[in-house]
T-cell receptor
Framework: EDQVTQSPEALRLQEGESSSLNCSYT??????LFWYRQDPGKGPEFLFT???AGEEKEKERLKATLTKKESFLHITAPKPEDSATYLC????????????FGKGTKLSVKP | NAGVMQNPRHLVRRRGQEARLRCSPM?????VYWYRQLPEEGLKFMVY????????ESGMPKERFSAEFPKEGPSILRIQQVVRGDSAAYFC???????????FGDGTRLSIL
């Protein structure tokens, strides 16, 4: 069964304290892996798409990497405005387009 | 605002009533997806539609739930005879193609009394 597991469930950081979020996946052929950010009461906001092992994408303080079994979202020198829930999703080969989501990592950055 | 628009943002229904949730995709997008998010759970895929066609409804409950995306107008997710367990946030997403990033609306929060 295709599934996505994110860890940790919650992460508290001090402003400026870099860290990484993990997304492990089991899928019958990966078509793409997606990272989203979700703020309370809002819909997921698209961040990155990764398609093959070794690929990396960057946006401001965020950097996403991909291996054959997992993806990492690295947060460098986070700020309080980076506080949100970060969601990972995969699209399997042969799927019609549906995404399989993890439960997310809730990140809190304290000033 | 050229983003995905969902309405209403909040919907309250009594058990047995019908709920209709609307979704207008981003401009230029013809692929629409519906997901459901229960408290403490991840987003779960329900249905994928293109204009006038259901492409994948593997995540839809067999009874009471239906979805459409007509040639003109928004996509509609319809829940008949709602029960307490239908209380959730329902999100719509759209994309320019089946393998392209999906962009989400801010959801409809459905509460069943």
């Amino acid at each position: 069964e295709d599934q996505v597991t994110q860890s940790p469930e919650a992460l508290r950081l001090q402003e400026g304290e870099s860290s990484s979020l993990n997304c492990s996946y089991t899928v019958s052929g990966l078509r793409g892996l997606f990272w989203y950010r979700q703020d309370p009461g809002k819909g997921p906001e698209f961040l990155f798409t990764l398609y093959s092992a070794g690929e990396e994408k960057e946006k401001e303080r965020l950097k996403a990497t991909l291996t054959k079994k997992e993806s990492f979202l690295h947060i460098t020198a986070p700020k309080p405005e980076d506080s949100a829930t970060y969601l990972c999703a995969v699209q399997a080969q042969g799927s019609q387009g549906n995404l399989i989501f993890g439960k997310g990592t809730k990140l809190s950055v304290k000033p | 605002n050229a983003g995905v628009m969902q309405n209403p943002r909040h919907l309250v229904r009594r058990r047995g009533q019908e709920a209709r949730l609307r979704c207008s995709p981003m401009k230029g997008h013809s692929h629409v997806y519906w997901y459901r998010q229960l408290p403490e759970e991840g987003l779960k895929f329900m249905v994928y539609l293109q204009k006038e066609n259901i492409i994948d409804e593997s995540g839809m409950p067999k009874e009471r739930f239906s979805a459409e995306f007509p040639k003109e107008g928004p996509s509609i997710l319809r829940i008949q005879q709602v029960v307490r367990g239908d209380s959730a946030a329902y999100f719509c997403a759209s994309s320019s193609g089946p393998n392209q990033p999906q962009h989400f609306g801010d959801g409809t929060r459905l509460s069943i009394l």
